[in-house]
């Protein structure tokens, strides 16, 4: 697997992006890290994204199941690319229910050309909104 940074303007082969979404310096801010497959050549997607907050485990942390997503080129303004991503997460019934269902996820990761950014998710009922994108290596 060939590897990239962000910094090459010739997109070439498969390259991994890792990183976070959130307010890192807030206490008990929910933040997404994630590590993203990326292929240029058809803009899609992969990966694994971990959210984690400051609830009573098992609900401080919540992990991405059947990512998918897209990758976009913008050509203007300093948003450089544009990132869409959904997929399912595993959530246990309250009790007395027993049983598990899944909940959906989706966000966006706007990249600028400094590899700086920002970015929204949403997990279930939870709506994180233009919170900061940090890349890392960058």
Do not use: C, W
């Not at 303007?9 to 979404?21: A, F, N, V, W």
């Not at 991405?64 to 959904?86: C, D, P, S, Y």
């Amino acid at each position: 697997m060939a590897t990239q940074t962000l910094h090459e303007s010739t997109l070439i082969g498969i390259y991994l992006l890792k990183g976070t979404l959130g307010n890192l310096n807030m206490p008990g801010a929910p933040i997404m890290h994630f590590s993203l497959v990326v292929n240029p050549s058809t803009g899609n997607v992969t990966g694994f994204v971990e959210i984690t907050r400051a609830l009573a485990p098992p609900h401080g942390k919540i992990i991405v199941h059947n990512l998918t997503g897209q990758i976009h080129e913008t050509g203007f303004g300093k948003a450089e690319r544009i990132i869409a991503l959904v997929g399912t997460f595993p959530v246990s019934a309250i009790p007395p229910a027993i049983g598990l269902y899944f909940e959906k996820f989706s966000a966006i990761i706007v990249i600028e050309k400094n590899s700086h950014g920002h970015g929204s998710f949403t997990d279930g009922s939870q709506h994180i909104k233009n919170v900061p994108l940090h890349i890392e290596g960058k």
